[in-house]
Structures are given as structure tokens and as C-alpha cells.
């Protein structure tokens, strides 16, 4: 059960209430966001939700049978609409495509990016400045020097920056130069790492884990709603199957049951999805074709030379061939 409370409820309706739902035996959870007030209730004991529904103070009631409540779409109807500020936004109709490389480089690298970026009117920038490698004698990122000067070259071109977070400890470091925060694949059940995200006032990529359930990926983005932030972003970005001719296999099938279970925005990533360079054009238009919000694709400016995930990221030729098909795609389903 979810209660949505009134803004400005009294302390003796907050108190009625209480003693409302320990009569029917409902624990509940307190829950403030940005954006309302919350009650979670768990129990078992049937009770007519009028009893609580007409109490003082209650804005809405909702009847949520799923182990993900808040993100869940049978208390939120309408899909959730992500403002990143200076007009760019993402779900409810808003599709972005986020583009960049995997890594943050250098100076060069960032400005040669943004420059390709702004000629095709990409509003979001993608790139990594600590990154999880297999191998700890692989490039692991330029870190918090990187990362300042790529924020301040992206707001120059009115792009906004989206950047792994990796441990606690990093998030209030980074928390100035960055528009989201990602979780990887590797972190996505890093439930300490969630808790924390949920605390700031920042929207959250969350990236679906190697080898995640869907409910599990639905219930880690109940760990950053339920301490705070609504601000989230659920990205299918492939799952590890048995398949040895490319990386990951992009379960396509999660888009559209995210989209039915979930008020979130969903986003594409080819580019882990597939892991072949040659393949994930198409695999990006087939995200878009199935509803999601938006692509997050690999992107550089000789990827031969990138200094990790060269074979799964596009050239800038690649890239503009593939924003002009997003955008036809985008008109078809939007036709569907």
C-alpha cells in the first residue's frame, strides 16, 4: 500500500493516521522525495481502503501488491518526466540520445566530443572517469581532475555530462560536475551505493546487473526512490548468457516489460548490449522501435585508438548515420 500524504498534513491527522493503520496491523515507511510525502505500508489483513483513504491529510491511497512500490506503475499511472534543467528532459514523450566515449581521455578528446555533439544537437554526454575494468592493470580513469575540466567544457557547449559513480566515497566529490549519476552493471544491487544516491537531489542512470532479474533491477531503483530521489532512469544494457559470438545479449524483452511494470524512463545501451561495433546501429533503432526513452551509445573520434571499449564504439560518420535513423525510427513508432 502506498499513502500519498498532503503536503502541509497536521501532526494530530499524521496522528490518527498512525493509529489507523496499527489498528488493520500495517507497519509502514516513511518516504519524503523532491516531490511528495509518502507512507509505504506492509500487511497482510484485509481492511476497506475507504477507512484510511477519507482520513484528514491523505492525498491519495493506492493498493500495490508488487515488492517495488514506488516505481511501480499500479499507484502511478502517468510516466514520469525527468527534468535535467536548461529545457532537456527525458520520459513521458521527451527521448534523448546520450553519446560519448567510454572513457575520458584528455582535453582534446572531451572538446572534439562536445564539438561533434553540438553539430548534431546531442544534448546529453556520456563518459566514464572512473572506470570498472576486468583487469586492475587496464586504464581506470582520469578521476576527479577529469572530470572538472569535462564539466566545465560541457557547460560551455550546453551539454549536460553523465558519469559513472562507483563507491560511496566518491559522491560528494563528484556531486558538483555532474547531471547524472550512473550506476554500472557492476554496482546495480550495491545497496549502500543506492541508499546514498537516493539522499541526493541529482537524477540516477541505473544500469540493469550482468546477470539481474528484472524485478531485481526494479527493486535496486526502489532503494534510491524509497530514500529520497525520484529522479531514476532504468537502462537495459544486455545480460551475460552462453552466447560466445558477441558480448552481452541486449534483452529487448525488458523494455517493453519495464515500460508495463514501471512510471521510470527506460534506456537503450546498445553498445554493452552487443559489444560489436559493426552490429549496434541496428540494435540501438530496435531499442527505440520497442518504446524505450533513449539510447546511451559509445562514441569517439577514432575509436581504433579509445583507450577502452574500441570495439564496441562508434566514429563520428557511424554516429550521425545513426542519429538520423533514431529520429526516423522515433517518427514510426510514434505511428505505431
Known amino acids: 500500500m502506498i499513502i500519498q500524504l498532503e503536503k502541509q498534513i497536521s501532526r494530530s491527522a499524521k496522528a490518527k493516521l498512525d493509529q489507523a493503520l496499527q489498528a488493520i496491523k500495517y507497519s509502514t515507511t516513511e518516504v519524503k522525495t523532491q516531490f511528495g510525502s509518502y507512507l ?48 532537456v528532459s527525458v520520459g513521458n514523450g521527451a527521448f534523448q540520445i546520450m553519446a560519448g566515449p567510454c572513457s575520458i581521455e584528455s582535453e582534446e578528446q572531451v572538446i572534439s566530443v562536445l564539438e561533434h555533439l553540438k553539430e548534431n544537437d546531442i544534448k546529453v554526454m556520456r563518459g566514464g572517469v572512473y572506470k570498472p575494468r576486468s583487469s586492475p592493470y587496464s586504464f581506470r580513469g582520469l578521476g576527479i581532475p577529469g572530470l572538472e575540466f569535462w564539466y566545465k567544457q560541457a557547460k560551455a557547449y550546453g551539454i549536460k555530462i553523465v558519469t559513472e559513480v562507483m563507491q560511496v566515497s566518491q559522491i560528494e566529490a563528484m556531486l558538483p560536475y555532474v547531471d547524472i549519476f550512473q550506476v554500472g552493471a557492476r554496482n546495480s544491487q550495491n545497496f549502500n551505493l543506492l541508499d546514498e544516491l537516493g ?43 552462453y552466447e560466445s559470438a558477441y558480448r552481452n545479449t541486449l534483452d529487448l524483452n525488458a523494455v517493453t516489460i519495464l515500460k508495463d511494470k514501471s512510471h521510470l524512463p527506460v534506456i537503450v545501451d546498445p553498445s554493452h548490449g552487443i559489444g560489436v561495433r559493426k552490429y549496434v546501429s541496428k540494435m540501438a533503432l530496435a531499442g527505440v522501435i520497442t518504446g524505450a526513452d533513449g539510447v546511451i551509445a559509445e562514441v569517439h573520434p577514432i575509436p581504433e585508438k579509445a583507450f577502452s571499449d574500441g570495439q564496441q564504439t562508434l566514429n563520428y560518420s557511424e554516429a550521425e548515420k545513426l542519429y538520423r535513423n533514431i529520429h526516423k525510427t522515433r517518427k514510426l513508432y510514434q505511428e505505431l
Open 40 to 87: 509505504i505500508g506492509i500487511g497482510k489483513s484485509e481492511f476497506d481502503i475507504r477507512t484510511i483513504g477519507n482520513l484528514e491529510g491523505i492525498r491519495d491511497i493506492h493498493r500495490v501488491s508488487d515488492a517495488y512500490k514506488l516505481v511501480s506503475t499500479k499507484w502511478k499511472i502517468g510516466k514520469t518526466n525527468i527534468d535535467l534543467g536548461d529545457g
Open 199 to 241: 539522499k541526493v537531489d541529482k537524477p540516477v542512470l541505473l544500469k540493469r546487473g550482468i546477470s539481474g532479474t528484472i524485478d531485481e533491477l526494479l527493486q535496486a531503483a526502489e532503494y534510491i526512490f524509497s530514500n529520497g530521489n525520484e529522479k531514476i532512469m532504468l537502462c537495459e544494457r544486455g545480460i551475460r548468457s
